[in-house]
């Protein structure tokens, strides 16, 4: 069984805000593998979908970003889910708009649902897939900018990101994650 878990924050104040791209990955994932995010439980709102032999929970931590971990970690504990069959989607201010970075492991790299998710598993060995939403321009202060919503332009960028993003999700499934970083870290 794997688990792909997109962080955001829920709620419709924050629906399509850059810090829920995440989510955005998640309903992508769900549309393409035809699963129902219908389950409420474990702090979250998953489906499970099977794709091939494999079983696949798809998971929106609804615990608010800085929590994620939680949710995560409680759903592994139920369905008995090794970090190694864990991918976490989340959105990065480090990478330029649009760009994608897979990585196998890591530090939170100042990201708050990271830095939970590390806490609450207990390790940081757990797969991840980066989504670049770049930086504030000017004076505009981080917490702003990561809670606003992208211009229409930008929506569009990013519309193409939570595809390829979900396109190296599925994949991941059954294939080496190092094939697939090879495959998408371009």
Partial sequence: MKLIAGLGNPGVKYAETRHNIGFDVIDELAKQLGAELTEAKHKGIYGIVRKGTEKVILLKPLTYMNLSGESI???????????????????????????????QKGSAGGHNGIKSTIAHLGTDQFKRVRVGIGRPDGPMK???????????DERIVM????????????????HSFIDVMNDFNQ
Avoid: H, T, W
């Fill in 159 to 174: 519309n193409q990101a939570v595809e390829k993003s979900a396109a190296a999700c599925i994949q991941a499934v059954d």
């Fill in 142 to 152: 981080v917490v702003d900018y990561v809670l606003g919503k992208f211009s229409s």
């Fill in 73 to 103: 970690s409680e759903v592994m504990r139920y369905y008995s889910i090794e970090p190694d069959d864990v991918v976490v989607v989340y959105d990065d201010l480090d990478l330029p708009q649009g760009k994608i970075r897979l990585r």
